[in-house]
């Protein structure tokens, strides 16, 4: 059988919250045909920027079951896995594919810090307990752990892994994966200050896996377009440059403070962040505003800056 294959923007999206502070579906439904309606190809639910630490187990279970729902098939569905456990890992992908995911994205087990080869381990041992096409995230910032080419590419060779996420600041890393050519789609992090999504792209890379599409889908869909002709490479430094201070102001705080804070600002319903997380107060979140406004995209997606700004704080 073929693998899946997803080329393009792969966004990380937000977890909404009602003014009660629970999960609020309806908002969730409508930050999808959001998604869809302007070229992202992928979602990721419970990735870093889904606060996923911070719901608990009945709730992971419930964003699966409900939003699975919510596909259309003009998105692929994939749901963040990541456990302490390789047990609880498992348990967590046969739900999410016994409840209609199409993917499962895996970090390594945070705070154990454990050595390259034992986290190699785990991700065969994963792959080999279910046949849901599965993603790597390499994500040493968050967890600690950080995988060398070398075992990343003997993990892919597993029929089961189709899809890297790299946040590493090593574009020579990237370099020797797309160099030996593995059948998975290589995706980076859209951080500027990890460096990656230029030579990414630049060498083949199939697109990012970002969470700056939360709030600019279109402008990140041009971005993780794969460069086929000089035109695509073209197209994509001009809207790469003149989004770079969006994205810089999009990791001025842990992921996801600032992403969260200006679209809940924009008119996005997103509500709060969970404590121990704050939303950027009034002056940070100001500069967010500014950034929006001479960049032209409150006029493109109608975002409600006048309105909104002074609930968000």
């Given at each position: 059988?073929?693998?899946?294959?997803?080329?393009?923007?792969?966004?990380?999206?937000?977890?909404?919250?009602?003014?009660?502070?629970?999960?609020?579906?309806?908002?969730?439904?409508?930050?999808?045909?959001?998604?869809?309606q302007h070229g992202t190809v992928a979602i990721l639910f419970m990735g870093s920027t889904g606060e996923p630490t911070l719901l608990n187990p009945e709730e992971k279970k419930q964003v699966v079951v409900e939003t699975a729902k919510m596909k259309t098939g003009r998105m692929k569905?994939?749901?963040?896995?990541?456990?302490?456990?390789?047990?609880?890992?498992?348990?967590?992908?046969?739900?999410?594919?016994?409840?209609?995911?199409?993917?499962?994205?895996?970090?390594?087990?945070?705070?154990?810090?454990?050595?390259?080869?034992d986290i190699e381990a785990f991700y065969l041992e994963v792959a080999d307990a279910t046949d849901l096409p599965l993603g790597i995230y390499n994500n040493p910032p968050r967890v600690k752990t950080d995988l060398h080419w070398d075992n990343l590419l003997r993990i892919f060779q597993h029929p089961n892994y189709v899809i890297h996420k790299e946040s590493t600041k090593r574009v020579g890393q990237v370099a020797q994966v797309l160099a030996a050519k593995p059948d998975v789609?290589?995706?980076?992090?859209?951080?500027?200050?990890?460096?990656?999504?230029?030579?990414?792209?630049?060498?083949?890379?199939?697109?990012?896996?970002?969470?700056?599409?939360?709030?600019?889908?279109?402008?990140?869909?041009?971005?993780?377009?794969?460069?086929?002709?000089?035109?695509?490479?073209?197209?994509?430094?001009?809207?790469?440059?003149?989004?770079?201070?969006?994205?810089?102001?999009?990791?001025?705080?842990?992921?996801?403070?600032?992403?969260?804070?200006l679209m809940r600002a924009v008119g996005l319903p997103v509500g709060a962040l969970r404590k121990p997380l704050r939303g950027l107060e009034a002056d940070a979140l100001a500069k967010g505003l500014r950034i929006i406004q001479e960049l032209g995209l409150d006029e493109r997606y109608d975002y409600r800056i006048r309105e909104r700004a002074a609930l968000a704080v």
């Open positions: 059988m073929a693998k899946m294959r997803i080329e393009g923007s792969f966004v990380a999206t937000v977890t909404p919250f009602d003014l009660a502070g629970k999960v609020d579906f309806g908002a969730f439904r409508a930050l999808l045909e959001f998604q869809e569905f994939f749901y963040g896995c990541t456990g302490n456990t390789i047990d609880l890992v498992i348990d967590n992908i046969r739900f999410a594919q016994a409840n209609g995911a199409d993917g499962a994205i895996i970090a390594a087990p945070p705070y154990l810090c454990a050595p390259e080869r789609t290589v995706m980076c992090c859209d951080s500027p200050n990890l460096g990656l999504v230029v030579p990414t792209m630049s060498l083949g890379g199939h697109g990012t896996a970002n969470m700056s599409g939360n709030l600019i889908p279109a402008e990140m869909a041009l971005i993780s377009t794969p460069w086929k002709s000089f035109q695509d490479a073209k197209d994509f430094r001009q809207t790469y440059l003149r989004m770079l201070p969006l994205l810089h102001f999009n990791y001025s705080e842990i992921n996801p403070v600032a992403v969260k804070s």
